[in-house]
């Protein structure tokens, strides 16, 4: 029973353009959501986030869009550089609880 | 502001040894985490404390792992006897009080079961 699910497992994008991830959730209580960014041999560090009561959220080159009524999120990354090239995972905190549960991840690729 | 802290970061055992992992938190973070994350998946919870106790351990198989946070800082996760299935990288968390505060990671521990 996966409660959020990303299914690109790998996204290839070039240098310069827009990167677009996206993640599907299945429980409409969900209140926060939130993107981390994962590098070989390292931890998950904090992207950006969003709460349910707002549909944009934007930090620089960075942007996340919740669509409540699809229970959708995307993440997009304009314009796409080398060293944005990782894991991306999506995540929901699971109100009252403090724990979050992370999708499969899609692994992007910035291509020169 | 040191970060969380995890050793070792590489192990690898023979199925049915035991193994150990440690974690130091960020100084001064209540909540700790341990997450597995298995090869092609996202990170799944463990067991979750706020200070030396437990808060939700629902998905530690309890036959096999146990966890401890003595005097409510590091932390420790062991695998007695390890399968093949366990073969995973284990990420320790931590998080400070207050709502919607993010949790940061550990560079995490790989285990290889052989």
């Known amino acids: 029973d996966q409660q959020v699910k990303q299914n690109s497992p790998s996204l290839s994008v070039q240098e310069g353009r827009i990167s677009i991830l996206n993640c599907d959730y299945t429980n409409s209580m969900f209140d926060y959501f939130l993107w981390y960014k994962k590098y070989p041999a390292e931890g998950p560090t904090f992207l950006i986030s969003?709460?349910?009561?707002?549909d944009k959220n934007e930090d620089g080159r960075f942007t996340v869009f919740l669509n409540k009524s699809a229970k959708h999120l995307s993440l997009h990354i304009v314009p796409s550089q080398p060293g944005d090239s990782a894991v991306y995972f999506c995540?929901?905190?699971?109100?009252?609880?403090?724990?979050?549960?992370f999708g499969q991840g899609t692994r992007l690729t910035i291509n020169p | 502001e040191a970060g969380v802290a995890q050793s070792p970061r590489y192990k690898i055992i023979e199925k049915r040894q035991s193994v150990a992992f440690w974690c130091n938190p960020i100084?001064?973070?209540?909540?700790l985490y341990w997450y597995q994350q298995i090869l092609g998946q996202g990170p799944k919870l463990l067991i979750q404390f706020q200070n030396n106790g437990v808060v939700d351990d629902s998905q530690l198989p309890k036959d096999r792992f146990s966890a401890e946070r003595l005097k409510g800082v590091d932390s420790t996760l062991k695998i007695q006897p390890a399968k093949l299935e366990d073969s995973a990288v284990y990420l320790c968390?931590?998080?400070?009080?207050?709502?919607?505060?993010?949790?940061?990671f550990g560079p995490g521990t790989r285990l290889t079961v052989l």
């Open positions: 995540a929901v905190l699971v109100q009252g609880a403090q724990k979050l549960v």
């Open positions: 100084s001064g973070h209540a909540t």
């Open positions: 968390a931590s998080r400070a009080g207050g709502f919607y505060n993010e949790q940061f």
């Open positions: 969003i709460s349910s009561i707002k």
